[in-house]
């Protein structure tokens, strides 16, 4: 491959941004109010996320330059073109070379955070409606049904609904509550069995977990190292909850489910398949429930994981063994690659062999998302229209 020829790349890890006024348009005041919004500081150094009478102070960890919106005189985030328009978002995919997307939420992320399962169900029932338009726009998207798991049966019937409404893919937390079951409790048995058996996959995403105000503004990491702290423990959730499908046995029960983590690179998984595999050898009495396979299969076959811009992630694949890495771009999200996605593919894969190359660029996302056109030949540009 020659540096400047164009590589096309499918995503394990992309963002819709909800319209601002997504909840007021669809639900009456009283719900609405309650919902998750962020508002900038007038400086765009600090955002303020209000949940359901929550508020979650953080400074904004991506504002590469603060914008002030001239109108408002408040903060506003700088955001590639294409971000709240689905029609646009097809002109910056096909500049920037990204074919099929795996597209979860933004603001949506922080209902995790909600304490009421029916509020909870009903904002995710609104995001949901919106995010099956915009995937039915393109063949190229494909959208996460964000899943209110406060209740077991909340969870279920928004798992049938959006199986119904042709979703593939369903986001949960890394946590399904703060203080209840967590995922390796038989409490989520029957979960499990419907995502299997409507064909559904699992996306688990950084920054997903429920918080609770107090502990996000007072003990959350701070002070020196503080954000770079809170960033490496955001993978670390998901890298848990990953874990416990493994060791609770859901993959050995389920063959046909897959878990897809984004945003937290990948090499972590042949490290965590060690770890797994040696407890489960070492420790025959304590281990429970017994599989008929390593818990390093389930991992290596069932979780596949989505990074944009780590450098050791592809040796996942070429010393490891581990088959299922997924490069992603995050857009729009500025801490993904947008506007230097043809430099970071390059660097990431110029020195690998085509067969490496097309299964982490391409065939990883094909074996989950079968549904979605192979992207363009390497090298040449996007069909007439490419939606
Ligand atoms: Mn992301």
Known sequence: MTTDQKIWANSGDSHLMEPHDIFREN??????????RGVLDEDGQFETISVDG???????????????????????????????????????????????????????????SMRDPLLMLAGCEVINDWA????RFSSRYVCTAMIPTLSLETALSEVERSADMGFKIAMLPTSPTLAGPNWNKDDWHPLWALLAETGMHVGFHAGSDPHE?????????????????NYYEASYHMQLAAAKLVASGVFERHPTLKCVVSEGGATWVPFMADRLD???????NQVWPKFNRLPSEYLFENVYASFQHDRS??????AMGYRNVCWGSDYPHLEGTFGHTQETLHGLVDNLTAAQRDRILKGAFQELFPHVPPPPEDGTEPPEGGA
């Open 313 to 318: 992630a592809p040796q996942a694949l070429v």
């Open 132 to 135: 099956i338009e915009y995937q």
């Open 278 to 284: 040696e407890a489960y050898r070492q420790h025959v």
């Open 54 to 112: 929550q508020e979650f102070r953080r400074k904004v960890p991506f504002a590469k330059r603060p914008m002030v919106d001239p109108e408002t005189g408040r903060g506003v985030f700088e955001r590639a073109p294409g971000s709240n328009d689905m029609r646009l978002r097809i002109k910056d995919l096909n500049q920037e070379g990204v074919w099929g997307e795996l597209v979860y939420t933004s603001i949506g992320m922080w209902m995790h």
């Open 213 to 229: 105000a107090d502990t996000f503004n007072g003990t959350y990491h701070r002070g020196p190292g503080g954000h770079l702290l």
């Open 27 to 36: 639900l009456p005041p009283r719900f609405a109010d309650r919902m998750p």
